[in-house]
Nanobody, 122 residues
C-alpha cells in the first residue's frame, strides 16, 4: 500500500492541526493504520494506531489531546491534534501493516508515508 500524508504546519502552543493520510493500492479497511513521529535527534516513536475492528491505541503522551480516525470510503486515516505543545514538534509519519494487532514499534509496519512536519511554537 502507498501512503501520502499531508496537513502539517506551524501552530502556536494550544492550537490544533489535523493530519491526513490517503492510502492507495490496498484498502485501509484490511490494515492497521498508525501514526508515528520523529523529533530531531530522537528515535521514531508511536503516537496512535487503529485497526479495522475499531480498536485504538494512543501513546500516553498524547492521550486526551490527539484522536485517530478512519474514513473507509476515502481510504484515509486522520490524526486530529489538539492542545498542541512545543514537545509535539516532529515529523509525523503514517504507516500501515496488514494485521489486526496495533503494534507500537516502527519495525512492525511495512508501508510508510513521506512524513509531515509539525512545528509547535511556544
Amino acid at each position: 500500500v502507498q501512503l501520502q500524508a499531508c496537513g502539517g504546519g506551524l501552530v502556536q502552543a494550544g492550537g490544533s492541526l489535523r493530519l491526513s493520510c490517503v492510502a492507495s493500492g490496498r484498502t485501509i479497511s484490511t490494515s492497521v493504520m498508525g501514526w508515528f513521529r520523529q523529533a530531531p535527534g530522537k528515535e521514531r516513536e508511536f503516537v496512535a494506531g487503529v485497526n479495522y475492528f475499531g480498536g485504538i491505541n494512543y501513546a500516553d503522551s498524547v492521550k486526551g489531546r490527539f484522536s485517530i480516525s478512519l474514513n473507509n470510503a476515502k481510504n484515509t486515516v486522520y490524526l486530529q491534534m489538539n492542545s498542541l505543545k512545543p514537545e509535539d514538534t516532529a515529523v509525523y509519519y503514517c504507516a500501515a501493516r496488514g494485521n489486526i494487532r496495533i503494534e507500537v514499534t516502527p519495525g512492525a509496519y511495512n508501508s510508510w508515508g513521506q512524513g509531515a512536519l509539525v512545528t509547535v511554537s511556544s
